[in-house]
């Protein structure tokens, strides 16, 4: 049952949330979440030079990125159901250990192949910390509050497209392009211990003797047949594709199409967290004023209206670095108000599968990525139109569901109209 009100109210446990440390929880859980895409921004200005190091070509790099993506994906889908089972914090321990061991791994591979096998062990590492800092915000607060809480988890969350490539570039320049891998583990060693000293467990005993994987998988099986939730799982899975699509392709677009250097690219790369980061912030006023799911029906709708015309440009012959990074960053900062609104009102109703349905979301948001970026990766040739059309198809998927799921007049059992 959603609350009336964007009060503050008491959680499952009976504890109120007024007296929860929210800012302690929004700023360790955005940073557990942020060390798995710590990983992929922090190498991507060095992409180019990891490829001609070890001899492969763009393709295989990408590889790489997909190999990550499908790893943390299907990893969600057993890291869920196991933060259920066995609580919230002992899964994340067990994956920040596999994903620092998988770094070191990166920073010594002889070769492609070496290094795309590590990186998949690394992304089964990081999906633990994906997918459980929402499940957590799940156990603790609910409505408009969570809306709020995942808001600020985006906003923390948008420190590693932000410092990330900047760090990547000036370690890769200074050291080397392995010892970007070696900062990687350290990333997760000082989140390990984030983890360990300031994140109390979150789900009692008493909830998870219910849970175990037979469960998990029934649960899925209710997820699955759930039209709504799976609308707006779809939704958050192309919104986040459309910026894989851009992660994968924008290293080798920037540095051969238009010449800029790993770091401008960096900064280039910078200015869509900046603009992820200014929504987000906006967002908790926005769906207090107007309601969650009118704020996701105009924001998408805007998102495609700036891809698309992006797109047009594109075609139109339109060839200029700014006209590029300019829309990107409108297209891109929307994600701000996008993804934390499907992400709660999909989760919203599924109390008991919080973790499931966590995972479930994530593991289509990434394997989502994955199919995005090898359908655009045969027609990339370096210049920017099969990038502008994978991240606009994406924009049109999103756009058609949520015309068709958030109807202004439509009611959703269990969900407050306005909200």
């Not at 959603?2 to 700023?27: C, E, K, W, Y």
């Not at 994530?362 to 920017?384: C, E, I, K, Q």
């Amino acid at each position: 049952m959603i609350i009336q009100s964007f009060s503050l109210t008491r959680d499952h446990r009976g504890m109120s949330s007024s007296n929860a440390p929210v800012f302690r929880h929004a700023v360790v859980l955005g940073l557990l979440t942020t060390i798995g895409p710590f990983a992929i921004d922090m190498y991507l200005p060095a992409l180019p030079a990891i490829g001609r190091a070890l001899g492969a070509d763009p393709h295989a790099m990408q590889v790489s990125l997909m190999a990550f993506f499908i790893a943390v994906g299907a990893g969600q889908l057993v890291a869920g159901p196991l933060s259920d089972m066995f609580g919230r914090r002992r899964p994340m321990v067990a994956g920040l250990v596999l994903f620092m061991l998988a770094s070191i791994g990166c920073a010594f591979a002889p070769s492609a192949g070496v290094l795309i096998a590590l990186r998949f062990v690394q992304g089964l590492g990081a999906c633990a910390c994906m997918v459980t800092p929402r499940a957590v915000v799940r156990d603790l607060y609910t409505g408009p509050e969570a809306a709020r809480m995942m808001s600020l988890l985006l906003m923390v969350y948008s420190v590693s497209p932000i410092l990330a490539p900047l760090a990547g570039s000036l370690v890769a320049e200074s050291l080397g392009w392995r010892a970007v891998f070696v900062a990687v583990a350290a990333v997760g060693l000082a989140g390990l211990a984030m983890l360990l000293a300031l994140l109390p467990e979150t789900r009692p005993a008493t909830a998870r003797l219910s849970s175990n994987f037979r469960s998990a998988m029934a649960g899925y099986g209710v997820l699955l047949r759930d039209r709504h939730f799976m609308a707006l799982a779809f939704m958050a899975s192309f919104t986040v594709s459309s910026f894989f699509v851009y992660v994968a392709n924008s290293p080798f677009v920037m540095s051969t199409h238009f010449g800029v250097s790993p770091r401008l690219y960096a900064v280039l790369f910078a200015l869509n967290a900046v603009s992820l980061l200014a929504l987000s912030q906006a967002n908790g006023r926005l769906v207090a004023r107007f309601g969650i799911r009118r704020v996701l029906r105009t924001a998408v709708i805007a998102q495609a209206a700036t891809i698309g015309l992006l797109l047009v440009l594109t075609l139109a012959g339109v060839d200029r670095l700014s006209v590029l990074v300019a829309l990107l960053m409108i297209g891109f900062g929307l994600n701000g108000l996008i993804v934390p609104a499907a992400f709660v009102l999909a989760m919203e109703g599924h109390a008991a599968l919080a973790g499931t349905a966590s995972a479930l979301i994530g593991t289509m948001n990434f394997a989502g990525g994955a199919v995005m970026v090898a359908l655009v990766a045969p027609f990339a040739d370096g210049t920017p139109l099969p990038m502008v059309g994978g991240i606009a198809a994406c924009a049109a998927v999103v756009l058609t569901l949520a015309l068709r799921t958030l109807r202004p007049a439509q009611r959703v059992p269990g969900v407050m109209q306005g909200f």
